[in-house]
């Protein structure tokens, strides 16, 4: 079974590490369309505020030691840019202007949520 697992952080690597916990012979892909996997979101402020001093302590993991830790092939700076339902493919754009498509057995979409922005006068004063 092929799992490609779009959006690296919270939600796209607790699947990753769940779905390998489950299963020894998935074939597991992360794309992340940033440089950065499973970093600490919750903990942006306390790094802001001057409570955390060091801005390493919000990685929770790198693409490297999650990669190898749950045998997870990451790929960051890798944007998915469309889903192929019929044919069960996605197109990667690469950072560097690369595209390619990738096959899944199993889809699982995490790209986060966009806030809702009211319509208020000054808001992007
Ligand atoms: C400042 C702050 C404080 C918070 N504090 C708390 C707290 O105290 N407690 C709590 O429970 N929650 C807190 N949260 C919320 C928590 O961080 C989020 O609920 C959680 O990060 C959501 O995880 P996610 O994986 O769904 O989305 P995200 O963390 O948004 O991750 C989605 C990832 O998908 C990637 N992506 C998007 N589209 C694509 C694509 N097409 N191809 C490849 N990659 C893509 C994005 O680059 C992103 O890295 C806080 C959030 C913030 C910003």
């Known amino acids: 079974m092929k799992y490609l697992i779009v959006g690296g952080v919270a939600g796209g690597a607790t699947a990753a590490a769940r779905i390998r916990r489950n299963t020894e012979k998935a074939e597991i892909i992360m794309f992340e369309k940033g440089q950065y996997i499973s970093y600490a979101n919750c903990g942006l402020p306390y790094y802001i ?3 955390i001093d060091d801005r390493n302590k919000l990685f929770v993991q790198t693409p490297e030691a999650f990669g190898k830790r749950f045998n997870i092939d990451v790929r960051t700076n890798s944007e998915v ?11 990667v754009r690469t950072k560097d202007g690369r595209e390619y498509t990738e096959k899944y057995d199993k ?9 809702v922005v009211p319509p208020l006068q000054g808001i992007d004063s």
Request: aromatic share 0%.
């Open 107 to 115: 889809l699982l979409l995490s790209p986060g949520a966009s806030p």
């Open 49 to 51: 505020g001057g409570v």
């Open 81 to 91: 840019v469309s889903v192929d339902v019929r044919k069960k493919t996605v197109a």
